[in-house]
């Protein structure tokens, strides 16, 4: 009996999250697909100033790059004037019918708004590829990417997890981490998406904001290869939930894209998984040495592989590098 219910209740995610993609996102003819991925912008459209240093950058790699999707990695507005807001970070990517998803920092919903009220708010707007929240407290949530033959085939994953904002809980300081419930929803999607591909895990990359512990173990790790820039501390969670531990047990997703730490943008490869933080985005603010920038992404039809390289003004390109050539 309970094989049953679970079976039904398995079923009834796969029916609501891949009914839920209405715009498909697909593979071009070369058989790539390009991700920018935008981070921490802190906007507030009440400082038209530093805000404009963070527009500039955008449309400046936005009209470089032409990607054909864009990911914005939280912390995107720091503005009592939330939704005003959004709408002015979100118009570059409207305007040059790009689709685009959101994930949430520690910053976004400090303002006067929830996380669930920007969540649908932007979900309704136009170019949003994210999925209508079904009344779930959860707000995490999976793309597929189809393929550039067949557009009924999924060919990649895109997931994207609310890492939260800060602990809850008085014996652990610091910020937040992702939950076993979270970490359950991800495991069975997995499943679902692996069960429709013959067994075989689809290659798939993660994205949120906060990064996880284990990207300080790597950047201390003396045979690990960094790639990038590494000019602060790994600001994670004071706590392991484990989502590393099931991103290596489902097998599917090959690298994690974060931000929250502004001088960082390194990747590096744990246990054969990369974990790379974007590039800082906004304008000017005190504790920020670095010049604002994007991480860009190259995904590959069929293979478990993709590019990657920071891209700054005045068609700057720094950190490149090949997954998993690299590192190899």
Not at 169 to 175: A, D, L, Q, T
Not at 182 to 194: A, H, L, N, T, V
């Amino acid at each position: 009996m309970l094989k049953k219910i679970l079976l039904c209740l398995i079923g009834i995610l796969e029916i609501v999250t891949l009914s839920a993609q209405t715009n498909h996102l697909r593979f071009d003819k070369n058989r790539t697909f390009k991700i920018v991925q935008f981070t921490d912008l802190h906007y507030d459209c009440t400082d038209s100033l530093k805000g404009q240093k963070a527009l500039d950058i955008m449309n400046e790699v936005l009209d470089s790059e032409h990607p054909d999707f864009v990911v914005f990695t939280g912390d995107l507005i720091v503005s009592k004037h939330a939704l005003k807001s959004l709408d002015i970070v979100l118009q570059p990517c409207i305007s040059r019918l790009i689709p685009y998803a959101v994930v949430f920092g520690n910053h976004d919903d400090e303002h006067g708004s929830s996380r669930f009220q920007l969540y649908d708010y932007i979900a309704k707007k136009q170019g949003s590829v994210m999925p209508t929240r079904k009344k779930s407290h959860l707000l995490d949530y999976v793309l597929t990417i189809k393929s550039s033959g067949n557009i009924a085939k999924n060919a990649s994953l895109l997931y994207f997890f609310d890492s939260n904002s800060y602990s809850k809980n008085k014996s652990i300081p610091g910020y937040a981490w992702i939950g076993f419930e979270q970490i359950g929803w991800y495991r069975s999607m997995s499943k679902i998406f692996m069960k429709k591909n013959d067994g075989n895990p689809l290659p798939a990359l993660a994205f949120f904001h906060i990064p996880l512990p284990e990207y300080r173990d790597a950047s201390i790790n003396s045979k690990s290869k960094v790639i990038g820039i590494k000019d602060q501390e790994v600001c994670a969670p004071n706590v392991n939930s484990g989502l590393f531990a099931s991103i290596k047990e489902c097998g599917d997703i090959m690298g994690v894209f974060v931000g929250h730490d502004h001088n960082n943008d390194f990747a590096v490869q744990y246990r054969e998984v990369v974990l790379a933080y974007g590039r800082y985005t906004g304008g000017d603010i005190p504790y920020v040495n670095v010049s604002n920038g994007a991480r860009v992404i190259i995904l590959k039809e069929n293979v478990r592989q993709f590019d990657s390289y920071i891209r700054t003004s005045k068609n700057g390109i720094e950190s490149s590098f090949s997954y998993p050539d690299s590192f190899n």
